[in-house]
Every structure is written in structure tokens, then in C-alpha cells.
């Protein structure tokens, strides 16, 4: 029961390079979400998917990408990485709405220098 | 601009003492209020919630007191406990439109033996 993970844990880029974040769910929730989280704002939602191929963005969408065409993975990719997007990014689901409980992943930490 | 404001920042309890976290907002259009906590190293996990039909919830040592009219709400952990120690972050959503969740900034608990 794996639950929700994230990969890469960790990750080094540099300044333009393109990098994708991976997350997977296995409980077929409907809904999830991208979060980042920095010291001072807390977590802001990046990007968000109602179910497969339908996402739309939330209150930090810029410099980001996401698709969704299957249910369990939700991939988020910066298209040319900038040192302000170094942050700690969370992946999170919920099974039919956002309102009810959101099952966060552990994260991964980016770097771009 | 910040939708749900917290505050302290950090907040230093002795082990038996009692932690409050503040969170205020201005959207009266909010009517869901979770608080989630976080480990190091972990994503945040629900640890309780109200919508404001109650003025109150408590779960064990964890009591959500809600003010509609002053638009704030409250996390107030009794006996606290070293293994308490973590950060808070309250958010608030709203069942119309985007009801994705907006998050506080976060207050990190540290509660001391």
C-alpha cells in the first residue's frame, strides 16, 4: 500500500534546464494537486486536476506544466527552471473533492542553481 | 496577498502546557477550515477540521475553536507533548468556485520536557 509518492527525493538543476517532478497515487483519487512550500508563504497550489485531462491553475502557475492522462500520475514540469523555484514541492490527492482530506506525498527538495 | 493569516510564527511550550495557533481570514465565502501538521522531512497530514455550522471541534487533545463574526479560528493543543512537535499550517477553502485549499504560513511548535 504505497499510498503516494513523489520522485525524484532530491534534485540538482540548473538555471533553464528543463525538469519534470513525478507523482503517482494508488487510490485512484480523483483529485490532486501540486503544491509548493517556502519559509514566509506557507504551501501555495501550483496546479490542480479534477480527474484525467482536466487540470487548471492555482495561485502559482507560472513557469510551471502539468498533464494528467492517467488517473494515478500527475507529472509536473518546469519548462526552463529559474533560482526563484528552488523550493520543497508536494504532491497531494483527495478522493472526490478538494474540501475533504488531502493525502500529501513526502516531497521533493529542488535546487537551481 | 495572504487569504488566511497565522500567527505566531513559531511558538516554544513547555511539555503539560497548552499551544494556540491563530489563523484569520477575510473570505466569508470560506466554510471549511482543516488545520494539517507537519513532521520534518514529511508532508503534512490533516490533523482536524471545522466548517462553521459548530463553534468548536475537539479530537483527544485538539480543539479547533471557530469565530464566524471575527473571522478567525483556532488550533489549542492541551497537554502538549514533546512529540507534538511540529509545524502547523491552518488553510481554508470554499465548497463554489476554486475551492482549493489556501494555507497560513505555518507556525512551527516546539515543545520542550
Known amino acids: 500500500d504505497a499510498g503516494i509518492t513523489q520522485s525524484p527525493r532530491y534534485k540538482i538543476t540548473e538555471t533553464g534546464r528543463q525538469v519534470t517532478l513525478m507523482c503517482h497515487q494508488t487510490w485512484s483519487h480523483s483529485y490532486m494537486f501540486w503544491y509548493r512550500q517556502d519559509l514566509g508563504h506557507g504551501l501555495r497550489l501550483i496546479y490542480y486536476?479534477?480527474?484525467?485531462?482536466?487540470?487548471d491553475k492555482g495561485e502559482v502557475p507560472d513557469g510551471y506544466v502539468v498533464s494528467r492522462s492517467k488517473t494515478e500520475n500527475f507529472p509536473l514540469t518546469l519548462e526552463s527552471a529559474t533560482r526563484s523555484q528552488t523550493s520543497v514541492y508536494f504532491c497531494?490527492?483527495?478522493?472526490?473533492?478538494?474540501?475533504?482530506?488531502?493525502?500529501f506525498g513526502p516531497g521533493t527538495r529542488l535546487l537551481v542553481l | 496577498q495572504q487569504q488566511v493569516k497565522q500567527s505566531p510564527q513559531s511558538l516554544i511550550v513547555q511539555k503539560g502546557g497548552i499551544s494556540i495557533i491563530n489563523c484569520a481570514y477575510e473570505n466569508t465565502a470560506f466554510d471549511y477550515f482543516p488545520w494539517y501538521q507537519q513532521f520534518p522531512g514529511k508532508g503534512p497530514a490533516l490533523l482536524i477540521a471545522i466548517r462553521p455550522d459548530v463553534s468548536e471541534k475537539k479530537e483527544g487533545r485538539f480543539t479547533i475553536s471557530f469565530n464566524k463574526s471575527a473571522k478567525q479560528f483556532s488550533l489549542h493543543i492541551m497537554d502538549s507533548q514533546p512529540g507534538d512537535s511540529a509545524t502547523y499550517f491552518c488553510a481554508a477553502s470554499m465548497k463554489t468556485g476554486a475551492n482549493n485549499l489556501f494555507f497560513g504560513t505555518g507556525t512551527r511548535l516546539t515543545v520542550i520536557p
Open positions: 497531494a490527492s483527495s478522493e472526490s473533492m478538494p474540501q475533504e482530506t488531502q493525502y
Open positions: 486536476s479534477a480527474a484525467a485531462d482536466i487540470t
